[in-house]
């Protein structure tokens, strides 16, 4: 298998611009899945959308004995829920999934599917103590503006960052790599699914919200096994006095990141083996994301039904669920490449002994 | 033609704490006995009551789920005279002082809940709110008689009496959640004369206070088409903030979120500003605090949707909800499970 | 029995990573199973008895808390993390013993003020090597505490009597089982400490009619202990709630009606933290009854636990008369 027959083309990354633009947050994922349905009519051997909103999607492969993969990229992003109506166009809002406050003030919005601009304001300098200015602004001090008029938007309709989505050098940045980059990878793995495993494809909601998405459709599909495809985050910034950064978490550049644990799975050893040992056969750049907290979709697949054998494999990426996030263009290419590699030599004996 | 206000303070008469609803649930299915096909109960003590549709099988369901339990106290231990407390379900400790409950041992003991002198109390609690840890309860009884009717786990709950208020409001404690069970009563009386399309599983739910059980195992086994839950949300009242809080008397909320169905949310939308029920629309951002958090995640995923109905003092003794609200949340849930036809699940989109 | 349980928790296996200790199981199990096999997390899974009777499902987890390698420094220190509820003030100065057998100590950062304890991020292991090219550890490596069991005659202490005194549990009362008219799965169950994710899905697998957890719980009996009413000595707990389970009241009765009938002393308990095994089982497909038996543990989650002797036998002795007795709710 050449190891770069997976490269990274021009439409790829048309398609992860248009998915990163989408104002898609954990409830509302419509925008996304409007796309992904589009792209996988060609390709799917069968396709539906659950009771929650995840895509379903299966290819079959030909091969006898073929094992049933389920492979998951969710599609929602954190983001904002406006929650209360002030007049003069201002809104109270709410965060939906984990975001930091302090990435919040001075920022540009989008608002609904008409991507309605918006920001989100702060007090002028001039009219701040510096007291004040050492106190983190809360959530609830903060509002989103829509302008004096108000109008187009109303209570109960998200927001996400308003990033534009750019190619820099060896880097993309944008806001919600987290997790269109993994909804980008596996839409690619299904035009490509090798002929050994049938491919159960889920594009899922509201994993940033506990899994809820991937639960249900784990129970519906009951997979021999589970692959999470997601984004982490790289730490990998200099400390303040320059001791070493030993919770780097992932480092960009280093390759996919396999995990061996985070706080909602111990992933299965006997997937973490296979896909280490596939990295290293073909020279593919992988990383051991450092266990610890963090979760992915896999935390609510492997408790599904009698259990599944799961993992995660994941592209680092800076600055997660924030404005700006950031990731090389090589290690997204090495997490597909890898993503490949491994499921064309999956075999059922590698499950055949216990973990 | 029930009589709503007086089957709630029945209700709340009965105790049903969570894990123990077996008395309160005797009451229920009285209620329901008339209303329905069928009735079950379930292997955590969740009521199902089955009112048959008439679409040929299979047919489509909907479930809607009120809960039954309560949050309360359990006796952790004897001392001397004294009993010590542990808590059902989210109980602010600082209600509790001076609160008359009812003991449930080997029969039912009034007694008080009483904060001891501070002298008795670690030091920062001398003069600041007192933890659960610290309380007792005085039954009156000696030390040698308290322990021959009362032993570790039993239950206690609260005995303030339901008190009617102005503006056909009722006071009390446990209207959290028996105010969604007798709305959904309302609801199975109103369909009595109603020819229905889809089979309606009422469900008494057990356990939501502690770990949604009743939710998550009656949705399993019944895995409805539809999934409604109904239960208490904030009313405005001094102390909590405009924002997210809404007028008492004033109509029921429907909700808007994650854990709701977009489709189903807007066939409720529109069936409320044809019936001119009042609503309004509560944003849940993330979970709902109900069974529908539950419900919505069994097995395959069920469509979920949920109603709520605004109190005011939640989680304490004193809990006030107009029967205005409850009456709409009956006929807005009957009106509603009368359009349910065999088109519904087809046109059921998240997308608009 | 005491030979038994000092080989159950003289194993090291931490959640995820049981291999070991189901091993050391399985080979007590083997032969006194009708069935045996092993689930896509780990669980093993042992069924005896009476295949048209009613299925009851024991469990008791074999995993133990631990911690994994999160980073190798470059002076061969090794960072980790902690798998389950691992307490900071009972690592430091402690002995960790990796799954290949490599021994360790834990060693803190120097402490700013001695009066407040060092978090995780500020302690480390040393293995003894001087760079990262001597020490053989890699991030995502396994570790469990090392101490060894100690007869105290009466009291028994050791690390990973939560839940290998469970495990003891089960494993006598399987190994004294003639007849019973119901059919019993005891589930020894992985990952219970990180969330009783191994009880969720073998008790979706067995979908009993009845379900009990054996784990450890907390006492109340030992100086300024937070206030419980259970006490080493005085019987096994039959559990009324936990902070994750409110036991079934029918199943409570059942316990103590068992018990009274049999005389086995027995505490009624309530525990405020922790959770056990029970929850999952609870809460599977359309509800399982389900209850708790309990063995009264003192210093739980530190490496020296402590357990009755003669709890442990009547809970044998309750949990035999429980399971060959029929069932009435």
Request: hydrophobic content about 45%; glycine content about 8%; overall charge negative.
């Amino acid at each position: 298998m050449p190891k770069n027959s997976l490269t990274i083309r021009a439409s790829q990354l048309k398609l992860l611009e248009s998915l990163c633009h989408a104002v898609a947050v954990s409830g509302d994922e419509g925008e996304v899945r409007k796309i992904v349905l589009e792209r996988l009519k060609p390709h799917a051997d069968s396709l539906k959308v659950d009771a929650l909103g995840n895509i379903l999607a299966v290819k079959n492969g030909t091969a006898d004995n073929r094992l049933r993969v389920m492979m998951t990229a969710h599609m929602d992003e954190v983001g904002f829920m406006l929650t209360h109506d002030e007049g003069d166009g201002i809104y109270r809002f709410d965060t939906v999934g984990h975001v930091d406050p302090r990435q919040l003030a001075g920022k540009a919005v989008w608002i609904g599917r008409e991507h309605t601009p918006g920001v989100i304001g702060a007090k002028p300098i001039h009219l701040t103590t510096a007291e004040e200015r050492r106190r983190m602004l809360e959530v609830e001090n903060l509002r989103i503006d829509v302008g004096p008029e108000g109008g187009k938007v109303k209570v109960g309709d998200r927001a996400t960052f308003a990033t534009p989505f750019r190619r820099v050098g060896p880097s993309l940045l944008g806001k919600a790599l987290d997790n269109r980059l993994g909804v980008a990878i596996l839409l690619e793995l299904i035009e490509q699914s090798p002929p050994n495993v049938d491919l159960l494809a889920v594009f899922t909601v509201q994993e940033e919200i506990g899994g809820r998405g991937a639960r249900v459709a784990a129970f519906a599909l009951d997979p021999h096994l589970a692959i999470a495809v997601d984004t982490t985050p790289a730490r990998d910034l200099p400390a303040w006095d320059d001791s070493p950064n030993q919770a780097y978490n992932t480092r960009l550049g280093a390759g996919a990141a396999i995990y061996v644990a985070d706080a909602a799975t111990l992933y299965d050893p006997r997937l973490v083996r296979h896909f280490a040992e596939t990295a290293q056969a073909l020279s593919i750049p992988y990383q051991i994301r450092q266990p610890g907290s963090g979760g992915t979709d896999a935390g609510a697949i492997h408790r599904q039904r009698a259990g599944i054998p799961s993992l995660s494999v994941s592209v680092p990426v800076r600055y997660l669920h924030t404005a700006a996030s950031l990731a090389r263009l090589s290690d997204w290419q090495n997490t597909l490449a890898l993503l490949h590699a491994a499921l064309s030599r999956l075999t059922p004996a590698l499950l055949a002994s216990p973990r | 033609m029930i009589d709503l206000n007086e089957l709630l303070k029945n209700l709340i008469s009965a105790p049903g704490l969570s894990g123990y609803e077996s008395p309160v649930r005797t009451l229920i299915e009285q209620a329901w006995q008339p209303l329905t096909d069928e009735l079950h109960i379930s292997r955590l003590g969740s009521l199902h009551g089955l009112r048959r549709g008439s679409l040929t099988e299979p047919r489509p369901s909907v479930l809607i789920s009120a809960h039954m339990d309560a949050i309360g106290l359990m006796v952790k231990g004897l001392v001397g005279e004294f009993l010590r407390l542990t808590q059902i379900g989210g109980v602010d400790a600082r209600i509790l002082p001076g609160q008359a409950v009812t003991v449930h041992g080997r029969q039912d003991l009034p007694g008080v809940i009483v904060q001891p002198p501070a002298h008795l109390l670690p030091q920062p609690y001398h003069e600041a709110a007192v933890p659960l840890e610290y309380l007792l309860v005085d039954t009156g009884l000696t030390a040698q008689e308290l322990a021959r009717q009362v032993r570790v786990g039993d239950l206690v709950s609260f005995a303030q009496a339901p008190l009617t208020l102005a503006g056909d409001a009722i006071a009390g404690h446990t209207l959290d959640n028996r105010v969604s069970v007798v709305a959904l009563t309302a609801c199975l009386e109103l369909l009595q004369k109603r020819l229905l399309a889809w089979d309606v599983w009422a469900v008494a739910s057990a356990q939501e206070e502690e770990t949604l059980g009743g939710a998550f195992t009656s949705g399993f086994q019944l895995r409805p088409s539809l999934a409604i839950a109904v239960d208490v949300t904030f009313a405005a009242s001094p102390g909590s903030p405009s924002h997210n809080t809404y007028p008492l008397g004033k109509g029921i909320t429907l909700g808007w979120g994650p854990n709701i169905h977009a489709g189903v949310f807007r066939a409720f939308e529109e069936l409320a500003k044809k019936l001119e029920i009042p609503y309004a629309v509560e944003v849940i951002p993330r979970h709902s605090g109900t069974d529908g958090y539950a419900l919505q995640v069994v097995a395959e995923g069920i469509p979920t949707m949920v109603i709520g109905i605004p109190l005011r003092y939640m989680h304490t003794p004193v809990e006030t909800v107009s029967m205005k609200d409850v009456r709409r949340a009956g006929r807005l849930l009957a009106e509603f499970i009368t359009t349910l036809d065999e088109t519904f699940l087809e046109k059921l989109s998240w997308d608009a | 029995m005491k030979t038994l349980i000092q080989k159950l928790v003289e194993t090291f296996s931490p959640s995820g990573y049981e291999a070991a200790i189901r091993e050391v199981v399985r080979a007590e199990v083997a032969a006194y199973a009708d069935e045996i096999h092993v689930d896509a997390l780990g669980n093993l899974i042992v069924r005896k008895g009476n295949p048209q009777g009613q299925k009851i499902m024991l469990a008791a987890h074999m995993d133990e808390i631990g911690l994994m390698v999160t980073h190798v420094d470059e002076n061969g220190f090794v960072r980790f993390t902690t798998l389950g509820g691992v307490r900071p003030h009972t690592l430091l100065g402690g002995r960790v013993r990796f799954l290949d057998g490599q021994a360790g100590v834990i060693g803190s950062e120097r402490l700013d003020d001695p009066a407040k304890l060092p978090d995780f991020e500020h302690m480390f292991i040393d293995v003894g090597a001087s760079s990262p090219q001597q020490c053989a550890r890699r991030v995502g490596d396994v570790a469990a505490f090392e101490r060894p069991f100690l007869d105290l005659g009466q009291r028994l202490v050791a690390k990973s009597m939560d839940d290998r005194i469970g495990v003891a549990v089960l494993i006598a009362t399987l190994h004294q089982i003639t007849t019973t008219p119901h059919n019993l799965f005891f589930v020894f169950s992985v990952q219970e400490e990180v969330g009783v994710r191994g009880a969720t899905t073998a008790a979706f697998g067995v979908d009993p009619d009845l379900g009990l957890a054996v784990d450890v719980c907390s006492t109340g009996d030992t100086p300024k202990a937070a206030k419980m009413e259970v006490a080493l000595g005085k019987g096994p707990g039959i559990k009324v709630r936990d902070a994750g389970v409110l036991s079934d009241p029918r199943v409570v009765n059942w316990m103590v009606r068992t018990a009274e009938a049999a005389q086995i002393p027995y505490q009624l308990e309530i525990l405020e933290r922790g959770g056990t095994d029970a929850r999952a089982i609870q809460l599977t497909r359309a509800g399982v009854p389900a209850g708790c038996l309990s063995i009264p543990c003192r210093y739980i989650h530190s490496p020296s636990e402590m357990v009755d002797f003669d709890d442990v036998q009547n809970a044998v002795r309750l949990l035999h008369s429980l399971l060959t007795q029929p069932i009435e709710l």
